[in-house]
T-cell receptor, first 118, second 114 residues
Framework: EPEVTQTPSHQVTQMGQEVILRCVPI?????FYWYRQILGQKVEFLVS????????KSEIFDDQFSVERPDGSNFTLKIRSTKLEDSAMYFC????????????????FGPGTRLTVL | AQSVTQPDIHITVSEGASLELRCNYS??????LFWYVQSPGQGLQLLLK??????LVQGIKGFEAEFKRSQSSFNLRKPSVHWSDAAEYFC????????????FGSGTRLLVRP
């Protein structure tokens, strides 16, 4: 069964450093997302991406964050200068197609990358 | 504002007992509704979803959920819990105001007594 994959599974970085989290969405999916979950808190939406541009972002997704689809398979989240409060589990998700009814809206999640900022 | 509430932070049931996890949402229309499960150290696995039609939906691992429009609820049920069901369960809603993002509840941690 196709699945979303994410690398690395755990990333430790120093405050102020740049990190790139990588995701490989399911191959025929067109809509991509990043969410994060701070320890003990809710899963929160960060950004959605379709047709090579951001379609929606939350207030968390400030200028320190960026997303990119550098090739036909990868989807990345970059944090330019990490802060302590960026420590969280970051989930990538993908879905088949926006704007369609039913199952194509279903978002499938990867296993997550645990980011620890020291 | 749109919100999702899971009123129970923790639930403990005995193996073989029935289970119901509660979920309520606040939104003027009917959103898309999902239940995800997260085992320790794992990602989010989709259990089931509701978009329209029959209000009782079946999912994987023997779970089902019922959408009740009058109560703005989408409670998750299982008739007989197995020890392997111990995990955190998240209710999520989507497709509100033409947005495709999911809004998650705070989760319910299920503990299973042997």
């Amino acid at each position: 069964e196709p699945e979303v994959t994410q690398t690395p599974s755990h990333q430790v970085t120093q405050m102020g450093q740049e990190v790139i989290l990588r995701c490989v969405p399911i191959s025929n999916h067109l809509y991509f997302y990043w969410y994060r979950q701070i320890l003990g808190q809710k899963v929160e939406f960060l950004v959605s991406f379709y047709n090579n541009e951001i379609s929606e972002k939350s207030e968390i997704f400030d200028d320190q964050f960026s997303v990119e689809r550098p090739d036909g398979s990868n989807f990345t989240l970059k944090i330019r200068s990490t802060k302590l409060e960026d420590s969280a589990m970051y989930f990538c998700a993908s879905s088949e197609a926006p704007g369609s009814a039913g199952g194509t809206d279903t978002q499938y999640f990867g296993p997550g990358t645990r980011l620890t900022v020291l | 504002a749109q919100s999702v509430t899971q009123p129970d932070i923790h639930i403990t049931v005995s193996e073989g007992a029935s289970l119901e996890l509660r979920c309520n949402y606040s939104y003027g229309a009917t959103p898309y509704l999902f239940w995800y499960v997260q085992s320790p150290g794992q990602g989010l696995q989709l259990l089931l979803k509701y978009f329209s039609g029959d209000t009782l939906v079946q999912g994987i691992k023997g779970f089902e959920a019922e959408f009740k429009r009058s109560q703005s609820s989408f409670n998750l049920r299982k008739p007989s819990v197995h020890w392997s069901d111990a995990a955190e369960y998240f209710c999520a809603v989507g497709r509100m105001d033409s947005s495709y993002k999911l809004i998650f509840g705070s989760g319910t941690r299920l503990l299973v007594r042997p």
